[in-house]
Nanobody, 124 residues
Framework: QVQLVESGGGLVQPGGSLRLSCAAS????????MGWFRQAPGKEREFVAA????????VYAGSVEGRFTISKDNAKDTVNLEMNSLKPEETAVYYC?????????????????WGQGTQVTVNS
């Protein structure tokens, strides 16, 4: 099995930046891709970004493309999400997820392992 732990959330002003991290442990060798999702109060969980476990390919939601960057530190089995120019509408709980089946995809049903989430609040 795989365990995922997110960190780095907090309060940030509009236009500010935050870096989230997701540490993977356990049977990490079965992971094909890692993804970041977010869920605001009263809304469905939505895709943000994903990266292959090898770190060679990435995909982004159109709403964050150009502002967010997903990356992987192979030595630490950690995936990061650098978020820039944050907007108040992006206040949400951000979740890290692992895909051990299909691979790189924005479809959340393909991600079988999830972290506990970390709160990101964008407000003055």
């Amino acid at each position: 099995q795989v365990q995922l732990v997110e960190s780095g959330g907090g309060l940030v002003q509009p236009g500010g930046s935050l870096r989230l991290s997701c540490a993977a442990s356990g049977r990490t060798f079965i992971i094909k891709a890692m993804g970041w999702f977010r869920q605001a109060p009263g809304k469905e969980r939505e895709f943000v970004a994903a990266i292959t476990w090898t770190g060679t390919s990435t995909v982004y939601a159109g709403s964050v493309e150009g502002r967010f960057t997903i990356s992987k530190d192979n030595a630490k089995d950690t995936v990061n999400l650098e978020m820039n120019s944050l907007k108040p509408e992006e206040t949400a709980v951000y979740y890290c997820a692992a895909n051990t089946g299909l691979g790189l995809t924005p479809r959340r049903n393909h991600y079988g392992y999830w972290g506990q989430g970390t709160q990101v609040t964008v407000n003055s």
